[in-house]
């Protein structure tokens, strides 16, 4: 099966399951097994009578034709009936937040200054996304944090939260691994994007066609030697905002080839320099740790 093939499949198959829950009772269903999933994980039947009721709906037949036509999103045994897998998924993804466009957050101040004219940051989620603005659309950035957890998060957790998330992010990315579908991706260096005088990482999936742009200082800072670079320095480079650190403002690298690409990155931190030389792949080919001390 060729990707065509594959997307056309893929489609039709979500197409199938989200007509299944359009109608309130549906929905009604797999929020009473939900909540029985969350009261007892490790047993989490209901009865059919004890859903009947917490769903309630009087006409057997009525709540049998919506029962039915939740099809594999649920599943039947002698204990009663339970979520499926593909059930519970549909609903953590609408628990999320990512499905409701209109929902809107913000602005919150946020820690640092725009890499690019050294403004005032602030959060702000619209649109679908989480941005991080200074108030010129040119300049904002998609961060990769869902509705759901800036709803739930403590606000002294928020800003760790978040910058632990553009982590995995990054990281599932560099791995070639899609966040969204987990997809396989192909990925190299691309010049430009915001500002014409930068480099950041491109990664295209082969499954669900999503364009990962990955800023090169993030895309860097999940490899295992930058990040253990960051820790023996007293950093957690997983929870730090990658967009305060001196060395992954865009544009700070230098083009060391251009047939094929390399470029050098330098990361500087205390009495310590971490060169990086980086492929055109995205891969570093080479690290070197000195001091800067004379």
């Known amino acids: 099966m060729d990707r065509a093939d594959a997307d ?35 047993d989490p039947w209901l009865a059919y009578t004890d859903l009947k ?29 339970r979520l499926s897998r593909v059930g519970m998924e549909l609903l953590t993804t609408a628990a999320s937040g990512v499905l ?53 998060t403590p606000e002294s957790d928020l800003v760790d939260n978040v910058a632990f998330l553009g982590y995995q992010w990054s990281e599932s990315t560099r791995q070639g691994v899609c966040a969204d579908c987990h997809g396989h991706l192909t990925g190299e260096l691309e010049h430009g994007g915001l500002q014409p005088d930068h480099h950041h990482y491109r990664a295209d999936c082969q499954r669900c066609g999503y364009q990962h742009g990955v800023p090169l200082g993030l895309h860097l800072l999940t490899h295992p030697t930058v990040t253990h670079f960051h820790h023996d320095h007293d950093i957690d480079a997983r929870t730090t905002p990658w967009w305060t650190l001196d060395w992954t403002t865009p544009g700070t690298e230098s083009v060391i080839e251009t047939d094929p690409l390399r470029l050098q990155v330098d990361v500087e931190l205390d009495d310590e320099r971490l060169t990086l030389t980086i492929d055109d792949d995205g891969t570093i080919a080479s690290t070197t740790r000195t001091t800067t001390t004379d």
């Open 100 to 152: 409701d466009t209109d929902w809107t957050w913000g602005p919150r101040d946020a820690p640092g200054t725009c890499p690019f004219c050294d403004a005032d940051l602030q959060f702000h989620y619209t649109d679908g996304k989480l941005q991080l603005t200074c108030g010129t659309p040119e300049h904002a950035m998609a961060l990769s944090a869902p509705p759901s957890l800036l709803q739930t």
């Open 53 to 81: 009721d917490a769903v309630d709906v009087r006409d057997n037949g009525n709540f049998n034709y919506h029962l039915d036509a939740l099809d594999d999103l649920v599943v039947k045994a002698d204990a009663g009936y």
């Open 8 to 42: 056309t499949t893929t489609l039709a198959d979500a197409t199938a399951v989200f007509e299944r829950v359009t109608h309130p009772t549906r929905v009604a269903v797999l929020r009473a097994l939900a909540d029985a999933h969350a009261d007892a994980p490790t």
